[in-house]
């Protein structure tokens, strides 16, 4: 889901769906990058790209899905996709890299990877565990509750304005 560039690790987990022969991986977006891509996948009946997706069809390719793979090899500072899967009730296989591991661990929504076994192994255990699977997802989903929605951020973020103004109001920030 997402953009479709080279930091965000897709051509690590093509090849991977040459070999994973149980599961199917989807891949919504365009991007730049999106052309070698479809090259790398071209032999690759398993990887199928959707293009760009609308919201409500991204829910639905959430909520059926056994996992979303988060494989960046750069450093993302928040996982949005992340957080649309948790949503979804949709575990996460994330790569153990910037933000996720830290988004991963405070929800309890996911499982991390480093390496391609790693990876391999995590699919099998969503694939064919469905108890963790459930369990992974009501916990996304109790994290992205409390984390992560509107009634969670918004009175969290006036808190902070509203500290900011005393502190201004009482000259701790110093004058223009």
Same mark, same amino acid.
């Given at each position: ?5 080279v930091?965000?690790?897709?051509q ?8 994973y022969?149980s599961?199917d991986?989807?891949v919504a977006?365009?991007?730049e990058?999106?052309?070698? !891509?479809?090259g790398l996948?071209a032999d ?5 790209f959707l293009?760009?997706v609308a ?9 059926? @899905? =056994? @996992? ?6 750069? &450093? ?8 649309? /899967?948790? #949503?979804? #009730?949709?575990?996460v296989?994330?790569? #153990?890299?910037g933000a996720?591991p830290?988004? =991963?661990? *405070?929800?309890?929504g996911?499982? !991390?990877?480093s *390496?391609?076994?790693?990876?391999? @192994?995590?699919m #099998? ?8 699977? *459930? ?5 996304? &989903? /109790?994290? &992205?509750?409390? +984390?992560?929605?509107e %009634? /969670?951020? =918004?009175? +969290?973020?006036?808190?902070?304005a +509203?500290e @900011?103004?005393?502190? +201004?109001n /009482?000259?701790? &920030?110093? %004058?223009?």
């Amino acid at each position: 889901m997402g953009r479709l560039e080279v930091f965000k690790g897709l051509q690590d987990v093509i090849p991977v769906f040459r070999e994973y022969e149980s599961a199917d991986l989807l891949v919504a977006g365009e991007g730049e990058y999106g052309p070698a !891509l479809r090259g790398l996948a071209a032999d690759c009946p398993r990887v199928k790209f959707l293009g760009r997706v609308a919201l409500e069809e991204l829910c639905g390719y959430y909520r059926e @899905a =056994i @996992a979303l793979i988060a494989p960046s090899i750069g &450093y993302e500072t928040f996982g949005v996709v992340v957080i649309e /899967a948790f #949503r979804q #009730r949709t575990p996460v296989i994330a790569r #153990r890299l910037g933000a996720y591991p830290e988004i =991963i661990e *405070t929800a309890g929504g996911g499982l !991390l990877f480093s *390496t391609t076994e790693e990876l391999v @192994a995590a699919m #099998r255990t969503l694939q064919t565990n469905r108890p963790e699977r *459930t369990r992974l997802g009501d916990a996304a &989903y /109790a994290a &992205y509750v409390e +984390h992560w929605t509107e %009634s /969670a951020v =918004i009175p +969290h973020y006036l808190e902070i304005a +509203h500290e @900011a103004i005393e502190q +201004h109001n /009482a000259g701790q &920030y110093g %004058s223009r």
